[in-house]
């Protein structure tokens, strides 16, 4: 094989390797869109009423509830890629992010909702960029748009920090889940 | 079974070569419609199959069958020979390309 001959599949190889990847991947855009708009409700509503626990226990429970059904129909026998573990791996990922805040909570001594919910919003950023560094380069943005969120967030709108929060995090993660439904196969 | 320049004969087959391209760039435990490999691939079912039989020979690949809604269905994921086999292709690739 020359040169020119193996550039030339090396090129065709990477192509179909992008295209399945994010073939693969594409559905994963349904759980952004759906735990953005849990985000954008849960904080605007925590941000003009009281009952906060009330409200995202609820949209917790939604938003799980409605995860399960979505990978079951996204990722079950009936579609093209199979992901046998995909639910264990996002519980094993959720368990290891609620013990790693409950300990910054109780170790730094957090008592305010604001700072709580920083803490939340900043180890989901983490979370995903950890992820999209090993996967896809989107959330490793998102990553860093949510981090900059709380910072302005923080510096100039602590007061309407929920609101805040809740518009332009929530919004991050829709755009991302927009994006990846929409990334562009390259075959 | 190598041939010049250490590569791969089962593998550097071009439909294979594509079979390979495809499972690789998954995850480890993602597996694949049988149907999914046919549209992508344009192959008719017995020549995607033999390509499939010949893989899973040399190991490359695990065959899966389940019966869903009483019909059966034939999933595909590369194993991890497979995976190192297709790295070592890749890798041969390009050490032809830095080659002066």
């Known amino acids: 094989m020359d040169k020119s001959n193996a550039m030339e599949e090396l090129n065709d190889l990477k192509k179909i390797m992008k295209s399945t990847s994010n073939k693969a991947m594409k559905s994963s855009g349904w759980f952004f869109i759906l735990w953005g708009s849990i985000w954008i409700i849960g904080f605007s509503v925590g941000q003009f009423f009281n009952n906060f626990n009330i409200v995202w226990s609820i949209l917790n429970i939604f938003g799980i509830i409605t995860s399960i059904f979505l990978s079951k129909v996204l ?20 368990v290891g992010v609620i013990i790693f805040d409950i300990i910054i909570i109780w170790m730094f001594n957090l008592k305010t909702i604001q700072n709580i919910t920083l803490l939340i919003i900043l180890s ?3 979370c995903y960029f950890i992820i999209g560094v090993f996967n896809n380069n989107l959330l490793i943005i998102l990553a860093i748009l949510l981090v900059f969120f709380c910072i302005i967030g923080y510096i100039f709108f602590i007061k309407y920090l929920y609101l805040f929060a809740g518009v332009s995090c929530g919004s991050s993660l829709i755009l991302t889940g927009v994006l990846i439904l929409n990334k562009n196969e390259t075959r | ?49 033999i390509h499939l039989q010949k893989l899973e020979a040399a190991e490359f690949i ?27 292709y890749l890798n041969e690739l390009e050490s032809i390309i830095k080659r002066k």
């Open chain 1, 75 to 94: 990722y079950g026998k009936n579609n093209k890629f199979i992901f046998p573990k995909i639910l264990f791996k996002i519980f094993l990922i959720s």
């Open chain 2, 62 to 88: 695990q065959i899966k069958k389940e019966f869903l809604n009483k019909k059966p269905k034939t999933f595909i994921n590369i194993t991890k020979n497979g995976r190192a086999e297709f790295e070592n």
């Open chain 1, 124 to 126: 989901t950023a983490l």
């Open chain 2, 1 to 49: 079974m190598k041939q010049d320049n250490n590569i791969n004969e089962l593998i550097h087959q071009p439909t294979r070569l594509k079979i390979m391209a495809l499972l690789s760039s998954l995850e480890e435990e993602i597996f694949v419609d049988f149907k999914f490999l046919l549209d992508e691939l344009s192959l008719t079912e017995g020549n995607l199959s």
